[in-house]
Structure formats: C-alpha cells, structure tokens
C-alpha cells in the first residue's frame, strides 16, 4: 500500500485535470498529483481524432490527440506526479483519498485540496426510455467513437442515429467514410443539439438527412438490431399517431446528451444544481465543501475543450491557494439567477471578491433557440451590463467576462436573456445601396 | 449583371458565423456576415471549391496502441475527401511514432500531407516514447 500527501490533487487526467494541475504548479503548489483511471492522459480526447480542438487556446486547429498531446508535454515538464490505471474509491472530507489499481494496488493520499475533474459520460438508452426489444447493435455515440477510432471496429455497417449531440453528428460522417452507410439522424426538440459548423461538415456534406421533432418509437431485432420505427412528435413531445414509419439498420448510435460523472462529489454531499447536475461552485470553482473545487464537464457540460482548459485554471490555482491557507472556505454569499430566457449559469455563487480580479467570467446556456438577443445583468439597481448577441442556441454555450465593478455591491444578482428589438445589421452589410 | 445570394455557413471555428456571398457568374463581388478574414476566405473558397480537413488513422505495429489518429495538414478539396480515405485504410506504420511525422506525403498529388495527430510508444514501453 502506497501512502503519500500531496497539496493538490486532481481526480481525472483529462483536459480538466491536466490543465488544474498545471494551473495549481503555476500558483505555487508544490506537490501536485493526477490520478487517471484510464491507460494514459487526455480523457476523452484521445478517441476524439477530428480536428477543430484549440482555436482559443493554441490558436490553431488541433485534433483531440493533438490537443492533449499538447497538455501532456507541459505536465511531463511541470513537474506533476501522474498516477495511471487508478481509480478513485472515495475522497472524503478532509482530504483523504483511497485509490485501487493493478500497479499502486490500494492506496491513500492525503490532499491539502482536491479538484474534481471527472468529465462526463453519456445518457444511455435507459435515461431516455426507448421501447423495443433489447438487441446486440445498440451503441452510445462515444463508445462507438471510442471502437473506431482506437480498437479499429466498426460497431455497424447501415446505422440510424438518435439524438443530435455533437459526437453523435461526428460519428455519422466518421461511420460514413470508414464505409458504413448512415440513414438518418432524429431528434426529439424541433432544433439541433449540436454545433453548426458539425451539422453542415458532418451531415450535409454527405447528404446524411436530419429530422428534427421526430422520436424512436420502438426498436426491432432479436439478437441483433433489425431495424426502428420512428415518429414525428408535436410541440408537447407527444407522438402524433400517424406518422410512424421503419427503417433498417443493424446499428443504432444514441447520441442524447451527457451527465457529469459526480459520484464523488455527491458522496461527501457536496451541494448540487438540478440543472447541470454538476456541483454548486463560487467564482473560484470551489464546492460547498472546503477544499474541494471543480472544473469541466463534472461541473457542467461544455461544448468546447479551450474553455474546460481555461475553466480548470481557475480551479487549479484557486486549489493551490486554498492548499497554502491564503483562502478558506467558499463563503457563497451570493446566489447567481439563471432568469428570464436562461437554463442554467455558471458560477452559481460569489464567494468574498478577490482583490485585484477585474472581471468574473460567467458561463450561461439560454433555454431555447432564439435570433439576436440580449444578454443582462440585473442587479436591485436596474440593468448594469448587457451585450447583443447574434444568434442563441442552447447547444452553444454563451460566455462572458463581467466587470466587477458592476456588481461589486449588488444583493440581487440576476442574468436574463431577451429578444433584441433592434438588431445591427450583418456586419460588412452594404449601407447605402448604389445605382 | 446578374448576380446571386448564397447563404454561406461558415466552418471556421465554433462560434459558426452565417453569411452570405454575392457571385457574378464565379466571381465574388460581396460578403456580409463573417466576422473574421477566416470566415471571408472560407465562405470565398466554399462557393467555388469547398474543402474540408481529413482525419482517419492508420494500422500500428509494434505500438502500445494499434491506431494511430492522422489529420491532413490542409484542407482537400471536397470529391477527394473519400479516396484520401481510401488510401490512409492502406497505410501501415511501426512504432514509435512521434507527434507531426509525415504518414504520407503529398496524398494523390493534392499538394497535402497526412501527419501523426499523437505520440505512438512500442508497446513494451507504455503509451508513450520515452
Ligand atoms: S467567420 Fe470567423 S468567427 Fe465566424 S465562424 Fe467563421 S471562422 Fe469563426
């Protein structure tokens, strides 16, 4: 059994991770420990080999192992301690951590602070309460990704997919070029939950249809997947009967949403929002538990790895001060309102503002598609900030860095999201029209 | 002159910017919408001759994983995305790999090389090379 105490840990070697832990060396943590239950570093981006990772962060255009290769060169040379093939049993108040793997065997850890960098994982067929039969054939969008890409299967040869979330519109273009043939792509809502850009690259280019407002009303098969019925739903979600119809595949990809992986953040209760399912976090990504913060997709779902990266520098640093004593405990004074127009905001708390901090940096999803908007913050003394957006979409995360002096006082502090009455015209539009 | 409106929605990079081009035959007179000169080259070349960026992954030997992920170094022109695909399924490399190498060199004469995305190790020395 291995015993060691560290200042500050992360607990998942992802983007997440890698970037707190580099974060927390940079703000003077000395001892800084990754603990990784997968064979290597990156998380998910290694099975994520399309291109688009790092325009914000790198300014260039990386694939998912390129963008990790990156983050683990700078760990290796940061001097922070991986542990690989270990999995996290429990890290209870206090700081102490029980691991098991096949090389450490059981071992603790004791943390002056914790991040929890768990990711996500995806919703399967039960969380979305598909009828039919159970066959062999049926995959998460991910671990088909996951047999591509690095085990060099192909999950199917004639595929339907469920949902529109972004790995479920990359699979579609990626099953099509290793041969396989991709029928369609249905979603429920009446929008698309993926990025723009992915619904034009992934499925327009190869003449894959998407159908929006439609449902899975039952698969077929018995041992292997033979087919699905499909139908149109109306504006309450509600089968409109009649407009049922089959398709065969031998393989159908869900492709609906995904959860934080918080398990251990709810096993030492830390306080969680209904809406992400992730913890409840001031502006320095610490929980309702002193010492343990949070970053990435265990925190919120993201849909851009250069702002999980840049989400986990604040919680790394914000560890390794906790982990030196120069802050305590989250004071969570203030509560952060998701109003008018907006699903969830992240962080959902302001703790004591730091001295120095100019602008807070704040994470918003809107709750329905929408066209040129506004985004506001309310305080009791009217509106104090505001920005015009061009185009809302729930799947696109909307960011913005808020001046502090504009809520440095405020009790009520409340983000709403509204229709823009007077929207600029497209830039570069010509004003005046020539003869 | 005869002109024509096409709506263009840009690729370039996540914040997905929608613009339109305004053609004379193949010619572009004007582009509104772009925010950025990515955007404009993009949505310049998309009317003309629209190319995208190619992943895959090749077969490994001897690798401590057995597939390597490789990303072109430009974008190929859209009708050739297929058979570069094609050729790559051919393609078989010897670890270790490390991250940039030329997998293969001006794919189909396309003026486009395939390079390593990652880091490939022999498979006793763990993932990565040492
Ligand atoms: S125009 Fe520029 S900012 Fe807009 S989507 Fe294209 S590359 Fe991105």
Known sequence: ?435 | MTSRVQPIQCIGCPVGCGGEVVLDGDRVVEMRGFTCEKGEAYAAEEVVAPKRMVTTTVRVHGGALHFLPVVSDGPVPKEAIFDCVRLLRGIEVTAPIETGRVIVADALGLGVDFKAARAIAVASDGLRPA
Request: net charge negative; charged share 25%.
């Open chain 1, 1 to 435: 059994m291995r015993d060691a105490t560290y200042d500050v840990v992360t607990i998942g070697g992802g983007p997440a991770g890698m970037a707190a832990a580099l974060a927390a060396r940079q703000a003077g943590a000395d001892r800084v420990l990754i603990i990784e239950r997968d064979r290597e570093l990156g998380g998910i981006l290694q099975q994520c080999i399309h291109n688009g990772f790092g325009l914000r962060k790198f300014k260039e255009e990386l694939t998912g192992p390129g963008y990790a290769d990156r983050y683990i060169e700078m760990v290796g040379a940061a001097g922070i301690d991986v542990w690989l093939d270990s999995t996290v049993l429990a890290a209870e108040a206090g700081g102490r951590i029980t691991c098991v793997g096949p090389t450490t065997g059981l071992a603790t850890v004791e943390a002056k602070a914790v991040v929890h960098s768990m990711g996500c994982r995806e919703r399967t067929r039960g969380a979305i309460r598909i009828p039919g039969s159970r066959p062999a054939g049926v995959f998460t969008a991910g671990a088909a990704q996951r047999m591509v890409n690095m085990e060099g299967y192909l999950p199917g040869r004639d595929v339907v997919i469920i949902g529109s979330g972004d790995i479920g519109l990359i699979m579609a273009r990626r099953m099509t070029l290793e041969g396989a043939r991709v029928r369609a792509v249905f979603e429920i809502m009446p929008y698309s939950n993926g990025l723009t850009r992915n619904i034009v690259q992934c499925l327009e280019d190869f003449g894959i249809p998407l159908y929006l407002s439609h449902c899975v009303v039952a698969v077929h098969g018995h041992d292997r997947v033979t087919g699905v019925t499909v139908a149109e739903v109306d504006a309450d979600l509600h089968v409109k009967p009649g407009t049922e119809f089959d398709l065969p595949c031998d393989c159908v990809l869900l492709s609906v949403g995904l959860i934080p992986e918080n398990e251990l953040g709810r096993a030492i209760g830390v306080s969680t929002d209904r809406i992400t399912s992730g913890a409840v976090v001031d502006q320095f990504r610490q929980t309702s538990k002193p010492g343990f913060f949070a970053a990435g997709n265990v925190l919120h779902v993201h849909d851009l790895v250069d702002l999980v990266s840049n989400e986990a520098e604040i919680a790394g640093r914000s560890a390794a001060l906790f982990a030196k004593g120069v802050f305590g405990e989250a004071t969570h004074e203030r509560a952060v309102i998701a109003g008018e127009g907006l699903r969830q905001v992240v962080p959902q708390r302001l703790s004591t503002l730091e001295k120095g901090k100019n602008a807070i940096r704040f994470f918003f999803r809107s709750k329905a598609p929408m066209g040129p908007s506004i985004i506001a913050l309310k305080t009791e003394d009217g509106i104090v900030w505001d920005r015009k957006l061009r185009v809302v979409k729930p799947s696109e995360m909307i960011v913005a860095d808020i001046p502090v002096n504009r809520f440095a006082k405020a009790s009520h502090i409340e983000f709403v999201l509204t229709l823009d009455e007077h929207p600029e015209p497209l830039e570069g539009a010509v004003e005046e029209e020539d003869a």
